[in-house]
């Protein structure tokens, strides 16, 4: 019971932070995203794949989320682009304190969108609110047509799916209609993006309707 | 503090369960394996192409655990092997206790080896012992050569490698020798199988290997 206790504690704490964080995006207009997803879905392509689509339109900065190294942030800052690199050594989600201490370490002058990358992990980090606007899961067809009712909190918290690498789809055992169809059934709201990084299929319509997005995410 | 305190206490009473577990299998003659991976790494369809190749000369039983769902229990169920489900309800792996009350409902009778399909998480599974003979963890090509570096504990924390998904690898951003190299550098002691569930590649050796151990996992 006590460490339920704590648990429940260690949550209001961290939704507390959240708020803060909320605020602080709100107030200077920063539209702040949660990219969550497995291990290897597609998260780091797809912000190299919307960086490149947005440039000129947005400016974007981004916080990265891993268990270990800094490859991430070294992939994103190619792009020009203000990364902060979050390890968390071991720890299997990110927390809004974590954020809250990245925000102070990034450049936001003119930022409008803010990305972070949550670390791999299908499971933890659907219970830990950062602040962001939008929590997008990111799902790859290669993970099969079955996982939103395998893991249904990230999808039932989710607003927004992204299904990566349809390009594989002739490979692999993954219908799009049934992955489609399980994720709507975990969440009807979900808002679904169908895109291939390796082919670009999809980028333009994701961007677009990221384009669309004030801070509030709306 | 009081915080990382209850957590100490909550691995050592599952590391003295996992202990039990332990000597139960070895009482019993029991090869026990723990497999782990991301979700949709193929960690079902190894189980099942292994089922195939063992028939007749080891019989096998399977505690499956997910977060929701008995799909993978109802996969397993179809091969005729004893299987008990562990549904987590948003737990993010498996613990002794969990394992432990699983062989309470389980015919082990005549059975020689244990496959234990923890949840689909690369990360929070790596620090809880079952009381396994040998931990497996898997890989999918398509998640690509970095996740040793990124998730090492779980690499570190394994004794085999399984690589599947290699008929993808003409398709996705990943270089088998880089992957090997990865994990090697993270564990030298891994012993390592790449394996396709879709052309059958590999699956013979990964067998042979099995049909070698005894219960200790020598």
Redesign the interface.
């Known amino acids: 019971m ?2 339920i206790t ?1 648990e429940r504690k ?1 949550l209001e704490k961290n939704d507390q932070i959240a708020q803060r964080n909320r605020q602080f995006f709100k107030e200077r207009g920063i539209f702040a995203l949660n990219f969550v997803s ?3 879905a597609g998260k780091t392509s797809i912000l190299e794949k919307t960086f490149g689509e947005l440039r000129g339109s947005a400016k974007i900065a981004v916080i990265e989320g ?4 800094d ?1 991430d942030a070294r992939r994103v800052a190619q792009y020009g682009v203000p990364v902060v690199q979050i390890v968390t050594m ?1 720890g ?1 989600h990110l927390e809004a304190n974590l954020v809250h201490d990245a925000l102070q370490n990034l450049d936001l002058a003119g930022v409008e969108m803010l990305f972070i990358e949550n ?6 980090p659907s219970g830990y609110d950062l602040g962001e606007a939008t929590k997008v899961v990111v799902l ?1 067809t ?3 047509d ?2 939103p ?5 990230m999808f039932r918290n989710s607003s927004v799916l992204i299904i990566n ?1 349809t ?2 789809i002739p ?2 055992n993954c219908d799009l209609n049934t992955l489609r169809g399980n994720a709507l059934k975990i969440n009807p709201a979900l808002k679904v993006f169908e895109i291939s990084c ?1 082919t670009g299929s999809g980028i333009a319509e994701w961007c677009n309707w990221l384009k669309k997005k004030d801070a509030s995410g709306l």
Chains 1, 2 share one sequence.
């Open positions: 006590s460490i704590i260690v497995s291990p290897g891993d268990v270990q190294t490859l071991g299997c670390v791999g992990n299908l499971v933890c790859s290669t993970e099969g079955d996982k009712l395998k893991y249904p909190a690498k390009d594989l490979y692999v390796f």
